[in-house]
Structures are given as structure tokens and as C-alpha cells.
């Protein structure tokens, strides 16, 4: 049978318009966006424009979008950035035990060199108390980075909530919105936020392109440093061919916004499961505050690697770890206090825009063929 793809959470294919806008460009758009002749005007169009593009799904100016490499730079950046502006205080960072490896190995960066950061608690759906965020704030916190969806079980958090809470501690609040950007909205305006992380793989651009909304006003130090690109806040010669990807991505984006038919075809799924499974299948992370094509279930009695294992055809994917020794479960459905015997075998099935019904009903087949 033909490979079902539903690990849309991990990558996403490239959007046919995105190609489109992306060919020309591989021709005519060799230009340096800082030059004046004709070519470096064709691709200072393309930057600017697809920058208008982002700015237009998250609600703000074009001068708070900052092209980079992905939503793991953009995230760094948000981090790293606001950290050594700081640099020689000691300051303290709060942020949440599940958040995505892009934030918590930036904020583990920081306290190698001093910082302190507090790990807030999820509970059992994977949401954060915002009055937990709230308690962590100390009189050195600088920054409070809580994801506005989480990957593996796509729990969507109380962004604006917390948002409030920052404001009147006067602390930046920086969310990673690399799952959410064009599933759910994501207004900066509405979020309250002062960063916000976007990742263009995620939703039908290319791999290597992201961004970082900051805030008007808000300053960060450099990763990069160089010829001062990106309003001096990333140095490095823009690539017209990305930007204009991005910028298409998220106008078919914003098209897409609040359609039902991704979460139809998640609904379907999980109806489906239990009809053929029963008890035997539960369900990780929260019933209603959850991104529309993310399932993430546990098959009770099963080791979720090793079923995937069993249905080479089905792409879905895992987050636990597998060793010589057994299984390490994911760290997300730890945090959450999912049991061992049911964390264990969780899989996480993240549907797309093409994905149809006659696919989730083959899965199912697949499945009970296998653990019947």
C-alpha cells in the first residue's frame, strides 16, 4: 500500500503556491538584498515582501519580524538574546519542564554561565497554572518563555493569561509557536507576547527559514554579528528564495485559519480508535485546549516504538527513547505524570491539510491487524 504520512507535527511538505513563488527566485533572485542595481532590488522585494506576509499572519509591523534559519535560531535568539543583554547580572529565567529541546537547552545554556531557571510543573493535560508562572517570578527574572502549544500532545497554554502576568511584572514573555503558527491564530496582539518563535517546516514552507516577532522597543543581543542585516539583529545576507517561501506560506496560512476539515479528520481518527480498541487506548494531553490535527494516544499493553515498527507504511512518530535496557518514555508524558505503563506506549499521529478519511481508516485497520 501507498506510505500514509501523519507525522505533519514533525515536518510538512512544501505547499504547491510556495513552490511557485520559490522558482522564479531560483533565477532571478542571485541579487544581494542590499544592493541598488536592478537584481539586488528584485530580491529586496522578495525579503520585504514575504516579511509583510509574516507580519500579516501574527499581527504586527514588518520591522518586529526577524528572518532566521528556523524556529530552534529563533528561539535561541529570544533566549540567548535578552540573556547576554544581561550579561555580568545574575538573572533568572522562568520557563516550563515541557517545553520543546530549542528552549530548554538555551535556558541550560544560561545557567552555565550563572542564570537561574525555574522549571515550572504541567498537570495531568500538560497545562501550566499561569498562577505557577506567577509564584516563579523573582526580582532578577528578565524573561518568561512558555510554549503557546506543545509538540507531542498538542496542549495549547494560557498564553494570554500569562501574558498578563508579565506585563504587570514588566518581564518579556517569549512563547514558542513553532506547532501553532498556522493551525491555530496566532495575533501577538491578542497573545500578549513580546517574542514569539515561528518555524517555516511546520507549516508547508521550506526547511531552513523561521522568524522572531520582537516587540517595537524590545532589544536583544546578536547571535550573529556582522554587516548589521535584519535591523542589526541578525547579520547575514538575506535569502530572497526563503523569505518569499515563508511570506507565501503564511498567507495560505491565514487562508486556512479556522477551517474545519483538519480537525474533522482528527476527530474521525480518534473515534475510530476507540470504537476498535476500547479502554485499550487512551488518550495524552488535553481533550479540548489542543491543537486541531494533533492525537497523541497510548495503546495500553503495547510499546508504541515497537508497534510503528510493526507498520513500516504508517509515519507517525514517538517520543519516547529506545535502548538496549528498554524504553525511556517521553519526557513530556513524564512530566505530565503519565504511568510508565501507559506512557510507553504512546504515539503521536499529527494529521494535515491533505490527509483524508480513507487514510485514517486504513491506519485503523493496520492497527487492529497487528494488536488483535
Known amino acids: 500500500m501507498t ?170 514573555l517569549h512563547t514558542d509557536a513553532a506547532q501553532s503558527v498556522g493551525k491555530v491564530g496566532t495575533n501577538v496582539a491578542e497573545l500578549g507576547v513580546d517574542l514569539l518563535s515561528v518555524a517555516g517546516h511546520k507549516f508547508y514552507a521550506p526547511k531552513g527559514v523561521g522568524a522572531l516577532y520582537v516587540r517595537r522597543g524590545l532589544e536583544l543581543e546578536p547571535l550573529i554579528h556582522g554587516a548589521g542585516q535584519e535591523s542589526h539583529r541578525r547579520a547575514g545576507t538575506e535569502s530572497a528564495l526563503l523569505a518569499a517561501a515563508l511570506g507565501r506560506a503564511s498567507e495560505v496560512a491565514g487562508e486556512w485559519l479556522g477551517k474545519p476539515g483538519v480537525e474533522r479528520v482528527r476527530d474521525l481518527f480518534w473515534a475510530r480508535l476507540q470504537a476498535a480498541f476500547g479502554d485499550r487506548v487512551v488518550l495524552n494531553g488535553h481533550p479540548v485546549r489542543r491543537l486541531p490535527n494533533t492525537l497523541n494516544v497510548s495503546f495500553i499493553g503495547q510499546i508504541g516504538s515497537e508497534l510503528l515498527g510493526t507498520l513500516p507504511e504508517i509515519a507517525a512518530s514517538t517520543g519516547s527513547a529506545c535502548h538496549a535496557g528498554g524504553v525511556e518514555p517521553s519526557p513530556v508524558l513524564q512530566a505530565m505524570g503519565v504511568p510508565l505503563e501507559v506512557s510507553t506506549g504512546a504515539i503521536r499521529f499529527s494529521v494535515g491539510r491533505s490527509t483524508t478519511e480513507a487514510e485514517i481508516e486504513e491506519v485503523v485497520r493496520q492497527l487492529r491487524r497487528v494488536i488483535q
Open 3 to 172: 506510505s500514509i504520512y501523519l507525522d505533519y507535527n514533525a515536518s510538512t511538505p512544501i505547499d504547491p503556491s510556495v513552490a511557485a513563488v520559490m522558482r522564479p527566485l531560483l533565477e532571478d533572485g542571485y541579487g544581494n538584498p542590499s544592493a541598488q542595481y536592478r537584481a539586488g532590488s528584485v530580491a529586496r522585494a522578495a525579503v520585504e515582501g514575504g516579511r509583510a506576509q509574516v507580519a500579516s499572519l501574527l499581527g504586527c509591523s514588518t520591522e518586529e519580524v526577524v528572518f532566521t534559519s528556523g524556529g530552534s535560531e529563533a528561539s535561541n535568539l529570544a533566549i540567548k538574546g535578552l540573556f547576554f543583554r544581561h550579561f555580568g547580572r545574575t538573572v533568572h529565567i522562568v520557563t516550563s519542564q515541557i517545553e520543546h529541546p530549542a528552549v530548554l537547552e538555551p535556558c541550560r545554556f544560561a545557567e552555565r554561565f550563572g542564570a537561574k531557571v525555574t522549571y515550572v510543573k504541567v498537570d495531568g493535560t500538560g497545562l501550566v497554572d499561569p498562577d505557577d508562572v506567577r509564584r516563579a517570578i523573582r526580582p532578577n527574572t528578565i524573561l518568561i518563555s512558555i510554549m503557546h502549544a506543545n509538540n507531542e500532545v498538542g496542549t495549547i497554554q494560557p498564553i494570554a493569561a500569562i501574558a498578563a502576568i508579565a506585563r504587570a511584572a514588566r518581564i518579556p
